[in-house]
Structures are given as structure tokens and as C-alpha cells.
């Protein structure tokens, strides 16, 4: 079973940055690839930014320019939030794909962007 643990979260002003991380029980590169995912309140899941195996990234046109996916380590990828805005502010979730498509998922952590 993997395990996915996000951190970094939080209350920020717009205009602000937030760093989130999620640290997998295993290494990062077993998977196909890893991501970050945010749900507002009444709103579906979104998929927020991705990372492959062999390092290709892809962002939501929301944030492109302003977020960056990253891998740390072997056992951590991290999302750099810019220039935050109030409809950032989702609850925010870790996910990895298998190469046998299995899917996993963090707890989430929630960022609010507010005056």
C-alpha cells in the first residue's frame, strides 16, 4: 500500500506563496507519474499540475506561470504556489499513478487565500 502525506497548507494573503510537499512511502520514480489535484467547495476535483517518470510537467491554464511541480527527492514532490489568488483556495491532494494505473491519494491540505 502506498502511503502519501501532504504538508504546507495553509492561510495566505493574495499575492502570497505557499510551498505544499507529499512524501510517498516509496520512491517517486516507481510511479508513472505524480500530481497535484485541488477541490473547492461545489466544485469537482480539478487536476492542478503533473510531473512524469521522465521529468515532463503539465499545469491547468489557471496556473500556469505562477505554479511549479518539482521532485525534491526521491520520495517527495513539491508544488510552488505564486502569486496566489482567492479562487485558489481548494483543498489541495497528492496523487501518484502506478504503470499498472492503480491511482493513490494523500488526505489533502487546505489552502486558503484570503485578505
Known amino acids: 500500500q502506498v502511503q502519501l502525506v501532504e504538508s504546507g497548507g495553509g492561510l495566505v494573503q493574495p499575492g502570497g506563496s505557499l510551498r505544499l510537499s507529499c512524501a510517498a512511502s516509496?520512491?517517486?520514480?516507481?510511479?508513472?507519474?505524480m500530481g497535484w489535484y485541488r477541490q473547492a467547495p461545489g466544485r469537482q476535483r480539478e487536476l492542478v499540475a503533473d510531473?512524469?517518470?521522465?521529468?515532463?510537467t503539465t499545469y491547468v491554464d489557471s496556473v500556469k506561470g505562477r505554479f511549479t511541480i518539482s521532485r525534491d527527492n526521491a520520495k517527495t514532490v513539491s508544488l510552488q504556489m505564486n502569486s496566489l489568488k482567492p479562487e485558489d483556495t481548494a483543498v489541495y491532494y497528492c496523487?501518484?499513478?502506478?504503470?499498472?494505473?492503480?491511482?493513490?491519494w494523500g488526505q489533502g491540505t487546505q489552502v486558503t487565500v484570503s485578505s
Open positions: 496523487n501518484a499513478r502506478s504503470r499498472q494505473a492503480a491511482q493513490f
Open positions: 516509496r520512491s517517486i520514480f516507481s510511479f508513472y507519474d
Open positions: 510531473i512524469t517518470g521522465g521529468g515532463a
